[in-house]
């Protein structure tokens, strides 16, 4: 008998690494597929700009502003998490959450969220004195940019979701359940900005970036799809940038409705990281998360007793 249930647990733990083997496959393969479309990409680009003299730094900036080469990174994440999801996932019954009852109502309710909870912050790190505000000229030169940051960004928040809440934390919650994909697919969401300027100069915006990773996981579990965290992406990403004139993740608005004065050390004003980077918006998050599981936990009828409970675990 002793025999018998050795073996087993041996044959259960090969089954388990090969799930877990299987899952992390999965993934990098998705990033990696984006990866390389990029980096091809990249160097075409790169090599096209050296031809017509331009230098290293003029080309890294251009790369980094090119709206073609944003809207390719837009449909190469969508186009792989739909990939990974024909080729592996189709036919094992979970979905990515897009086909969502209510969807548009839901996206409403995310939208108005990510308002409040950045105008909150916004407005609580101008009281503590870490920045102050100045209005910008009203003209053609703001409003066009505005219009574009405002195309852009409702594209990365249905990017971003699709293939982190969706294909992600699906992935993970059809293998290891609710607490398990919120955690991991948040962390892998904060990883996804490695490369944005500033990031790593202190542990705050990395702890911004998985505590929004949390508050919109939490909600895809809690609501039932990806219609609130889209809403509440887009807004947050907007209203950051183009209305109150912060830093977004680290990245400049071509314009904006405020012009933002940095006058606090950076863990209160964000620094050149932008709301991101300020211990308030920490705060913020947490209590936003909380605020978001207390008011849809009982409104989705897909999310049972099982998982409530492992999320409160």
């Known amino acids: 008998m002793a025999i018998r249930k050795s073996g087993g647990c041996i044959t259960r733990r090969m089954v388990l690494m090969k799930t877990h083997a299987s899952v992390a496959g999965k993934i990098a393969l998705s990033y990696i597929m984006v990866m390389i479309v990029m ?3 990249s160097l075409v680009y790169a090599l096209k700009g050296m031809a017509s003299g331009m230098s290293p730094n003029d080309l890294e900036q251009a790369l980094g502003q090119n709206l073609l080469v944003m809207y390719l990174q837009v449909a190469v994440f969508i186009a792989s998490s739909y990939a990974m999801y024909a080729c ?5 019954g979970w979905s990515f959450g ?11 309710h995310g939208a108005v969220a990510g308002i409040v909870l950045i105008s909150a912050s916004a407005v609580l790190i101008w009281a503590f004195g870490g920045v102050a505000w100045k209005p910008a000229a009203g003209n053609q030169e703001t409003l066009i940019p505005m219009l574009k940051g405002a195309l852009l960004f409702a594209c990365v ?10 294909y992600i934390q699906g992935l993970l919650r059809y293998h290891y359940g609710a607490t398990v994909a919120i955690a991991v697919s948040s962390i892998l969401f904060a990883l996804l900005h490695s490369l944005n300027p500033g990031v790593f100069g202190s542990p705050i915006p990395m702890a911004n970036l998985v505590m929004a990773g949390v508050i919109m996981a939490v909600a895809r579990e809690v609501t039932g799809g990806l219609w ?12 950051q940038g183009y209305i109150y004139g912060f830093n977004v993740s680290g990245t400049i608005p071509e314009g904006s409705l405020l012009r933002t004065v940095d006058q606090g050390p ?8 932008g709301i991101e980077g300020s211990i308030l918006t920490v705060i913020l998050l947490i209590l936003g998360t909380i605020a978001v599981y207390m008011l849809y936990r009982n409104k989705n009828k897909k ?3 099982d998982s409530a409970s492992s999320l409160l675990k």
Not at 157 to 166: D, H, P, Q
């Open 39 to 41: 980096l091809i990409v």
């Open 303 to 305: 999310f049972d007793a």
């Open 266 to 273: 950076a863990w209160l004003s964000g620094g050149g990281f």
């Open 228 to 239: 609130w965290p889209i809403g509440l992406h887009l807004t947050w990403n907007y209203f």
């Open 98 to 108: 897009l086909r969502q009852p209510k969807g548009a109502a839901y996206a409403l």
């Open 157 to 166: 928040a249905v990017s971003e979701e699709i293939y982190s809440r969706g």
């Open 88 to 92: 592996f996932e189709r036919k094992k």
